[in-house]
């Protein structure tokens, strides 16, 4: 909800907020200049000039509904759809980066543009403030991952308190404010309490992810290539559940790798995930695994790359395998409890990946080898996603 509904902000914290989006340092690319996603990156930037840069844009709107998501960073969600006869054929709210917290409700600043049905952007509303309240005191911040909440909830990790005490962290601090985009500055003790989700779903869904209970069946047969095999009970497990089956010559073939395709597919089976056509990447319109990775695309577990291409005939790496269980635990809103480890062979990883390697080790889905290596570019075996997959469903 926005604007009169939270009047203390005005005063104290906004006042701070607006301080802190201005003070924050200008991004390196100019204004105007349209970043991946095709929106000018504003970061530090005053309202004219946010507002120009804005005027000089136009979408192509055609296939937006309320609840696209339009750009990840700055994150733009369509939070309006008009009808034929509105001047205004769409909102598009952008979230500046900025947070705060009031009591228990969160507040989210946001530029808000209205677009018509030509695609340009008639009229801007800069750093209109959004809360919602309660925030911080309820149990998990996954309640607020729906449409309700489009254009108030930023799309980044942040805690509740709840969720904070879990985990140890330090809860937000009551009248402080944070800054995603742009560089931290002295100016609050919030900031780096709020961080970018790794992966962001296609459209804000309806209601919240909620995973079904497993239903245990005997096991026809045992694989006849598992007896001695150092991950048969997860594999009888994953049986057990239906999610796999083995081959019809009786084996299972656990040493085997794997496509990104029949991994994604496995991982959409376990979390029984609806499969849809709602997305289609140049090279997966005529794969047999598309509506299977449209399912994990349209929830925010792995997309194309820069390219547009899944490439889901590629065999998957253990990096790979582990940034997707890294989007699906941020799906479940599950963290990780144990202590982190270091690996002996993960130089030259970029910090996205290393976050990666230790949002899995930490919630105990990925060990290591016994020299101390975890082997992130090797190929990942048969035996090892299903050990991984057995896991993810065991975590409470």
Do not use: C
């Not at 309320?66 to 769409?90: H, S």
């Not at 509740?160 to 009248?175: H, W």
Request: aromatic content about 8%.
């Amino acid at each position: 909800m926005a604007g009169t509904l939270y009047p203390r902000v005005a005063s104290a914290v906004l006042a701070f907020v607006m301080a802190l989006f201005t003070l924050l340092l200008p991004a390196a690319s100019a204004a105007g200049q349209a970043t991946q996603q095709g929106l000018p990156d504003l970061a530090g930037k005053s309202d004219e000039q946010r507002q120009a840069a804005y005027g000089t844009l136009t979408f192509a709107i055609d296939d937006w509904e309320k609840g696209t998501i339009v750009a990840e960073k700055p994150l733009a969600i369509v939070t309006y759809r008009g009808g034929a006869t509105d001047e205004a054929a769409a909102r598009l709210s952008v979230w500046t980066g900025i947070a705060a917290r009031v009591d228990d409700d969160l507040i989210t600043l946001w530029d808000e543009l209205y677009i018509d049905r030509s695609g340009k952007v008639i009229r801007t509303l800069p750093g209109v403030e959004h809360g919602i309240p309660g925030y911080f005191a309820a149990d998990s911040q996954l309640s607020f991952r729906t449409a309700q909440y489009a254009g108030a909830y930023p799309w980044a990790d942040v805690p509740t308190d709840q969720e904070a005490s879990q985990t140890g962290a330090k809860p937000f601090p009551n009248g402080e404010a944070a800054s995603v985009y742009g560089t931290p500055t002295e100016l609050s003790t919030a900031d780096g309490l709020i961080k970018p989700l790794s992966l962001i779903p296609a459209a804000i869904p309806v209601k919240p992810y909620e995973p079904k209970p497993a239903h245990m069946k005997p096991i026809a047969r045992e694989p006849l290539d598992i007896r001695d095999h150092w991950a048969r009970s997860y594999i009888l497990d994953l049986m057990a559940k239906g999610i796999i089956s083995g081959y019809e010559d009786g084996t299972i073939r656990p040493n085997l790798t794997l496509t990104r395709a029949e991994f994604v597919k496995l991982l959409a089976d376990a979390l029984q995930l609806e499969k849809t056509a709602n997305i289609v990447y140049q090279d997966t319109e005529n794969h047999w695994a598309k509506s299977y990775i449209a399912a994990v695309a349209q929830v925010g577990i792995a997309r194309a790359d820069e390219s547009g291409l899944f490439r889901p005939n590629d065999p998957i790496t253990r990096l790979e395998m582990m940034e997707m269980l890294q989007n699906t635990l941020q799906l479940q809103g599950k963290r990780g409890s144990q202590q982190k480890k270091t690996f002996t062979d993960t130089k030259g990883l970029t910090k996205a990946e290393l976050d990666a390697l230790q949002t899995v080790t930490s919630a105990g889905l990925v060990q290591g080898y016994q020299d101390g290596s975890v082997h992130p570019q090797g190929k990942l075996k048969r035996a090892e996603a299903f050990v991984v997959i057995a896991k993810l469903l065991a975590l409470p």
